[in-house]
């Protein structure tokens, strides 16, 4: 079981649920990411989600994407992040989950990527761009690798695709408030909640709500539903604001974030 894993039984086996946030890689800065995965870790988070920057996030909306941008124009690249991972295990054993698009992990190689990414101490993959149909081949390798491959689920997904993801998930499932990019308005409460307990019959696995979530108050009623909240783009925007020193700013939002769970 990986890292992820074990986190969730040991929330549950606590009555708590899983607070994870996202960074982008390299934004403001290499150096400044792994001070702000410290400062994340010390605030609470359960499992951290760092974006892989790429020239083409179409699941991102507009802080995400201007975050990739920054990254990229720091000469961040998927090789960078691992190292910058293997340099983050020297010190941390919080659970440490990529979230990126398939071109650089299609053009890194996908054994490669998988052997790579588990020396680095990397504990999950989410693909957005890379459907179940056509994922058999990076499963294999990251399977064979010790790394969970999470897969998203949305509200337009109908019962047979739930059934093949629930089949094929490992770790837990993010489910995705929204019918949009990252950062836009969450859908009603009952719709998201309908949705994630028609998934819950088909899965043992946690769920993991994201996408939308920017304050305390939805971060507990998401939380409420599933099993996790995801905080994405009003974590990157703030690290932004206060991109000369942002630690101690993300670091007091995320306690308020684990507060309200």
């Not at 086996?13 to 995965?37: M, S, Y």
């Not at 720091?74 to 990529?98: N, W």
């Not at 969970?148 to 770790?171: H, K, Q």
Request: glycine share 8%; with cysteine.
């Amino acid at each position: 079981m990986s890292r992820i894993g074990i986190a969730f039984r040991r929330l549950k086996k606590n009555g708590e649920k899983a607070l994870i946030p996202f960074l982008t890689a390299g934004d403001p800065n290499p150096a400044a990411t792994k001070r702000l995965i410290f400062a994340l870790e010390r605030a609470g988070a359960d499992v951290i989600e760092l974006g892989v920057p790429f020239s083409d996030p179409m699941a991102d909306g507009p802080v995400i994407q201007k975050a990739s941008e920054r990254a990229l124009a720091k000469g961040m690249t998927l090789r960078k992040v691992l190292e910058l991972v293997a340099r983050i295990r020297k010190v941390s054993q919080v659970p440490l989950l990529l979230m990126g698009y398939f071109n650089p992990i299609l053009s890194y190689g996908l054994d490669r990527f998988a052997r790579d990414a588990a020396r680095a101490g990397v504990d999950g993959a989410i693909v957005v761009d890379l459907p179940p149909e056509e994922s058999k081949d990076l499963d294999r390798a990251l399977k064979k690798s010790g790394i969970d491959l999470i897969y998203l689920l949305t509200p337009t997904s109908d019962a047979e695709r739930i059934r093949i993801v629930c089949r094929r998930a490992r770790g837990f499932l993010y489910f995705v408030s929204m019918t949009g990019v990252t950062g836009a308005a969450l859908k009603s409460v009952a719709e998201i909640r309908a949705k994630v307990s028609e998934i819950r019959r088909r899965t043992k696995l946690p769920v993991a709500i994201g996408f939308g979530i920017s304050s305390p108050k939805q971060a507990r009623a998401m939380a409420k539903i599933g099993d996790g909240a995801v905080v994405g783009s009003a974590l990157v925007a703030l690290v932004h604001k206060n991109a000369k020193n942002p630690s101690a700013k993300a670091e007091a939002f995320i306690k308020t974030m684990r507060g309200a769970l």
